[in-house]
């Protein structure tokens, strides 16, 4: 994979984050963003193993996990 593609990642990423926000229950609201964390946590051990390069802090931040 291409830096490209971790960009296309982390937006689709950034982009379900956004999703979640409009729902109105908070209980539900705090799952999806734990099953979220628990996505971007299994790409980026897949992502490291495709390239012992990729930066999971810079993925992370790009995927707004971190606030």
């Known amino acids: 994979m291409t830096k490209k593609d971790y960009v296309k990642l982390a937006r689709l990423v950034q982009e379900l984050r956004g999703q ?3 729902i109105e229950s908070e209980e539900v609201k705090k799952v999806c963003y734990l099953l979220t964390q628990i996505l971007v946590g299994k790409l980026c051990l897949m992502l490291k193993e495709d390239n012992p390069r990729f930066n999971v802090d810079k993925f992370k931040q790009a995927c ?3 606030e």
Do not use: F
Request: glycine share 0%.
């Open 20 to 22: 979640i926000s409009q």
């Open 64 to 66: 707004q996990l971190e």
